[in-house]
């Protein structure tokens, strides 16, 4: 944020009047003001790239749904999170999810700590309408302290912005496209024998079990993504 | 590079061209070149040689009509051959100057009459690979005109007087989005232009360029100047190998010419273009995927805004443009933005270029007045469907597009007309479909194209297009049940709202659009288990299923 801009907004976000710095995003003055908007791909600390759709929002004079995550608040912006329309969406996107790769909550390592399958409880999912496409997928356990099991990774790419963007390091990306798409150390080379530092911060922001420490096995794997803010604020203060 | 020097230079051309009795252009796009059409010209010019006449024989870019192809042109007298080959070259060498030969003459003046040529006015007159024909034909002039008597405002008034919309498929208005890459901030812009022609049964962005790069590029050149870029580049397919080929080589010369390059026309104002090749990606078409890409990043969209006009290429205010829209920009610099709003409907400017392909008679390129029926396009120009056949569909926009009854066929070709009734104008590729095609399965056709094009950075385009594509494979393998049709009704509303750009956005078109016309064609595939067209086969399904049905 730049600090000279101290230019305010006022908008309205379920009927709820609040106002904003210029250049926050709508996500951000929704949360400071306790309205829940569901997100996966956005985590604090890290830039957004408007992927998971789940933050969908309306805002009145535009047919188009917007991600709350990307788009700046307006002056005088009224802006809707929770409508019909948008629940609809959210709940087939989660479906969508659920059913792209195996997702199988009771031999999972996040089990009570992943934000999709808390989502999918926030959000009432209660069954899955599309045919599971159950696609084969390899587990990386080459690294000596962590495991990559792609048949839990929803592709949020938080592990290649946090790689890239907070360690620096830029050993994850995406490779493929579409449905075929799979997170990649490296040149497509095994965790183990990349040139990770070992970290772990991707493990900790992955909000499945994708990622996972090699010692926790079992379903108590908490994550703490929240070190991230932390983080960035203590670099700005150097 | 002067007005003078210009005029010398194409004087000199017609001075060259005048001291040959006839000319003949030979076709030498992609189409006719794959049936060999450079041995039909080696074959031409040893064949008048021989015979000691005076005789141009000239290598022009496509001209339209790839069907009948390879094509000759024969000039002053304008006769038109079709399917010459090598062999015939001696035949039509001795008929110079006597009756033209009968049995290659290719009369199809519907074809020709109905159509206007502004962005393939150069097609089959000039040599693609001679700056100096292209000269010839007021090439430059444009560029010279603003460089030298227009200020870049006078120039963006000019394009927003014309009317013309952007001819990449959204149909954005030009004149609007030059203004505001004009006023955006920044000492440093681009200009890009998208040649990442991918639309199945798309090819009018290879002709141009193939044709006539040189108008390109003089585009550019005056967009650069109207919004202040001294930088462009021009994105292509590396699947387009004679296109790329041609830029480079007209690129070559113009820098030659002193048309791109420091100090043009002796003003102040630089500019130089640079080639980038598309990896083949489709998504690499969609504006801020293609700047990624340039960038040497993945593909992959970006939410918007920021608009590329604010923050494009670099970071830096961009101008993005397809090759057909700049292709447009020369003659309406050189004859004005009134002539070219004379032009075409009330909404929609000038004039189209179609690909038209399918089960129609002339496949081939044609370029018509915006707001001509699709009718006339399809029977009359198209030469209708061949074979006996019944005309069922025609689909445009590609993978984004939708297909359209027999019913609507009156309706004119405009950007609004179409986004009404469930397409969209598109790039410009238009597939005819006959009673031989199942509906169900073109809607399953373009679907597995957009899901294995996604880029995967959304889920609703990623995994809902898969979805898709699993439910119209049961529905075309006679598995399909009527809560299938439900979801995938479901999937498409979600799809089209909740996806990151345009290309999930216009996936579910295909679907919806038969769904709309061809819903009878879905029902026949679930509830009786057949296809009507005859194209699914569902002979094991039929097989097992008792005598009473239901769904």
């Known amino acids: ?238 | 590079m002067t007005t003078e020097e210009l005029e010398q230079i194409a004087e000199s051309v017609r001075l060259a061209n005048s001291k040959h009795d006839h000319e003949i252009n030979v076709c030498m796009g992609t189409g006719c070149l794959s049936q060999h059409s450079d041995k039909l010209k080696d074959a031409l010019t040893s064949a008048v040689d021989a015979q000691g006449k005076k005789v141009l024989v000239r290598r022009t870019g496509c001209m339209g009509l790839c069907a009948a192809g390879p094509l000759v042109l024969v000039d002053p007298e304008e006769i038109l051959y079709q399917h010459v080959h090598a062999a015939d070259a001696e035949k039509i060498a001795s008929s110079l100057d006597r009756e033209p030969v009968a049995e290659l003459q290719c009369n199809l003046r519907e074809h020709f009459d109905e159509q206007v040529h502004i962005v393939l006015e150069n097609s089959g007159h000039i040599d693609p690979e001679k700056i100096d024909d292209y000269i010839a034909h007021d090439g430059y002039n444009a560029l010279l005109k603003a460089l030298t008597e227009m200020t870049p405002k006078d120039v963006i008034q000019q394009i927003t007087d014309s009317g013309l919309r952007g001819r990449g498929g959204g149909g954005y208005p030009t004149g609007l989005k030059w203004s505001t890459v004009a006023k955006a901030a920044g000492e440093m812009k681009f200009v890009i232009c998208n040649g990442d022609e991918g639309d199945p049964g798309a090819f009018m962005d290879r002709s141009v360029l193939e044709s006539d790069p040189q108008r390109v590029i003089e585009g550019m050149v005056i967009g650069g100047y109207a919004v202040g870029a001294s930088k462009g580049f021009i994105y292509v397919r590396a699947e387009y190998p004679l296109a790329v080929s041609r830029l480079t080589t007209a690129l070559r010369e113009a820098r030659r010419h002193g048309l791109l390059g420091n100090n043009i026309c002796n003003t102040p104002f630089n500019f130089d273009v640079e080639i980038r090749l598309g990896a083949g990606a489709f998504v690499c078409g969609e504006e801020t995927a293609l700047i990624a890409s340039i960038e040497g990043k993945r593909g992959t969209p970006k939410p918007r805004p920021p608009y590329p006009a604010s923050s494009g290429l670099f970071g830096k205010p961009t101008l993005i443009n397809n090759v057909e829209t700049f292709a447009n920009i020369a003659p309406i610099i050189r004859k004005g933005g009134k002539w070219f709003a004379s032009i075409g409907s009330e909404r929609s400017k000038g004039t189209k270029v179609f690909a038209l392909t399918g089960k129609i008679t002339n496949s081939g390129l044609v370029e018509v007045p915006m707001g001509i029926s699709l009718r006339q396009i399809v029977e009359g120009i198209g030469g209708g469907v061949p074979d006996g056949h019944t005309f069922k569909a025609v689909q445009t926009g590609g993978p984004s597009g939708g297909c359209i009854p027999a019913e609507l066929l009156d309706i004119g070709v405009s950007y609004d007309a179409l986004v009404k009734i469930g397409s969209i104008m598109g790039s410009g590729g238009m597939i005819v479909m006959d009673d031989t095609s199942c509906m169900v399965n073109v809607a399953r056709f373009f679907i597995e194209f957009c899901m294995t094009e996604s880029c995967g950075k959304c889920i609703p385009c990623r995994a809902g297009t898969a979805q898709m594509f699993t439910l119209l494979t049961r529905i075309c393998t006679g598995t399909g049940t009527m809560d299938d049709l439900a979801l995938l009704e479901d999937l498409c509303s979600t799809v089209k709202e909740a996806s990151l750009c345009g290309l999930g956005q216009t996936a579910p078109n295909p679907i919806l659009s038969t769904l709309k016309y061809f819903h009878n064609e879905y029902i026949e595939h679930i509830v009786n288990k057949r296809c009507p067209a005859g194209v699914c086969n569902m002979e094991s399904i039929q097989s097992e299923i008792p005598s009473e049905v239901t769904a």
């Open chain 1, 1 to 238: 944020m730049n600090p000279v801009e101290t230019d305010v907004k006022t908008l309205v976000i379920d009927e709820q009047e609040v106002s904003a710095r210029a250049g926050q995003t709508i996500l951000e003055v929704a949360r400071e003001n306790g309205i829940a908007i569901p997100t996966l791909c956005h985590l604090e600390g890290l830039s957004d790239v408007g992927a998971c759709r789940l933050c969908l929002v309306e805002i009145k004079g535009s047919n188009k749904l917007l991600p709350a995550c990307v788009t700046a608040v307006q002056e005088g912006m009224e802006v809707s999170t929770k409508t019909e329309r948008l629940q609809k969406h959210r709940h087939t996107i989660l479906e969508l999810l659920f059913a792209e790769r195996n997702h199988i909550c009771s031999v999972c390592v996040a089990n009570g700590h992943c934000e999709l399958q808390t989502l999918g409880q926030e959000q009432g999912l209660t069954h899955v309408r599309l045919p599971y496409r159950n696609p084969e997928l390899p587990v990386d356990a080459s690294h000596e302290r962590f495991t990559l099991d792609h048949n839990r990774c929803i592709l949020c790419t938080r592990c290649v912005r946090v790689c890239a963007e907070i360690e620096g390091a830029h050993i994850w990306d995406v490779m493929g496209r579409g449905i075929n798409s799979l997170i990649i150390s490296d040149l497509h080379e095994d965790w183990g024998k990349s040139a990770c530092t070992r970290c772990g911060k991707c493990v900790q922001v992955c909000p499945t079990g994708a990622l996972f420490d090699k010692s926790k096995v079992g379903s108590d794997h908490p994550k703490y993504p929240e070190f991230l803010p932390y983080l960035n604020l203590m670099r700005e203060a150097q």
